[in-house]
């Protein structure tokens, strides 16, 4: 009975040692196919940004009436008139909406018009839906813009007292916001 016994234990701890490296290449190979999986997904998402930007170019070209490697505001109210543009300004994820305000956000230095690496970078941006990196970029901007008003305000005060002293015959005229107005 005791052979029977220490047969049952060897029997028992070599199947615990045998699930237990079993287990452990299972681990393994689950680990290596996550980390494959990592870099498919890496290279997947580099591949998806370059079919982008190719189709994104395509449209570029597509509204680029006069082939002048700009896009201007009237060539591109015609392009959006076009319903197969508009689908695939959609199919982008990029919402049509107000042609003139999207014109204004593409044509980042104000030339009015668009060049290629604005339209792709402005089309980058505008992508899918607002992220939470943008809406805290636009809430600091905003507060920023906020008190830089404000300080302008303050300084214009100043200069407007200071010119009152040095000719109090002609006073100068006073800022129209109140001075207690609170615009945080």
């Excluded at 300080?151 to 214009?156: G, H, W």
Aim: aromatic share 10%; net charge negative.
């Amino acid at each position: 009975m005791g052979y029977r016994l220490l047969f049952i234990l060897y029997i028992a701890f070599a199947i615990f040692a045998l699930m237990n490296v079993v287990t452990g290449v299972f681990v393994e190979s689950t680990a290596s196919a996550s980390s494959r999986d990592q870099d498919n997904l890496i290279q997947e998402e580099l591949r998806s940004k370059e079919d982008y930007i190719e189709r994104m170019s395509i449209l570029f070209n597509d509204m680029d009436a006069d082939k002048s490697g700009f896009i201007s505001l009237e060539e591109f109210k015609v392009a959006i008139k076009d319903e197969r543009l508009v689908a695939y300004f959609q199919v982008l994820g990029l919402e049509l909406e107000d042609v003139e305000t999207l014109f204004m956000l593409l044509d980042r230095d104000h030339q009015g018009a668009i060049d290629i690496e604005e339209f792709l970078l402005g089309c980058m941006k505008l992508k899918g839906e607002a992220k939470s990196l943008d809406m805290a970029k636009l809430t600091f901007e905003s507060e920023w813009l906020v008190y830089s008003v404000e300080d302008l305000r303050t300084s214009l005060n100043y200069v407007t007292s200071c010119l009152a002293a040095l000719n109090p015959e002609h006073p100068v005229p006073t800022a129209a916001v109140p001075r207690d107005r609170n615009l945080a």
